[in-house]
């Protein structure tokens, strides 16, 4: 069991194993690094230097985080070596245990996707648990009847390699998670990535907004609070 510190940039959730920044990312299913290793909890881990039709390696890390970014942690590996991600804390912890955590409706995919059931403004709904995402997403009809509160710009890597922007208005709405209410943000993805998601039997992303309330394990191919 190894604690590594959390850096935030951009959003988005950095440690350092003690060869550079690392991107931990639970909405990736593969992880990268230049090196074509990775080292955590004193496990070495081989994987590529890029992810395969997404054009992601450590030039497209650093540029979306603004830091000099060597590698991204997926589920690949996470869900090997179980994480806690305690972001009010500021720790993430490789290879914990989950005495004295609930486990709580959720499932890990054959492609390592990390899903969560919520209810989300009335209405149960299956989500993408995704600490690459700064923003959260639901499908339309979620927030049908609401008025938008913001709008954002975000991007996506499935999209033109990342370079294509996602426009999107930002709805507030009530949500619960594992007993605990809290209000929700949320846009709206495009049309592509709500097909992607439908095959996954999933209606949305919960991003970082979840990570910010409470620890949340990921360990035995559930989820852990």
């Not at 959730?13 to 593969?30: A, H, M």
Request: hydrophobic content about 40%; aromatic content about 8%; some cysteine.
């Amino acid at each position: 069991m190894t604690e590594y510190n959390i850096k935030l940039s951009k959003g988005h959730i950095l440690i350092d194993n003690g060869e550079g920044w690392l991107l931990v990312d639970t909405g990736s299913p593969l992880s990268c690094h230049e090196a074509e290793r990775i080292d955590l909890d004193g496990e070495q881990f081989s994987v590529p230097t890029s992810i395969p039709f997404y054009n992601i390696d450590a030039d497209y890390l650093s540029e979306k985080t603004g830091e000099r970014v060597r590698g991204l942690v997926g589920m690949d590996i996470l869900r090997r070596t179980g994480v806690k991600i305690d972001l009010p804390g500021g720790k993430i912890t490789v290879g914990c245990s989950t005495e004295g955590m609930r486990r709580v409706p959720s499932s890990i995919g054959l492609m390592g996707y990390v899903s969560v059931d919520m209810n989300v403004n009335g209405r149960q709904a299956r989500l993408v648990l995704d600490t690459g995402a700064p923003v959260s997403y639901v499908s339309p009809s979620i927030t049908k009847g609401l008025e938008a509160v913001d709008h954002v710009t975000d991007f996506h890597p499935s999209l033109l390699g990342g370079t294509e922007s996602i426009e999107t208005p930002i709805f507030e709405f009530p949500a619960s998670f594992a007993g605990g209410g809290f209000l929700m943000r949320a846009g709206h993805l495009p049309l592509a990535l709500r097909l992607e998601l439908s095959l996954l039997g999933a209606s949305g992303v919960i991003g970082l907004e979840l990570f910010r309330r409470f620890p949340i394990v990921i360990a035995e191919d559930s989820v852990w609070v």
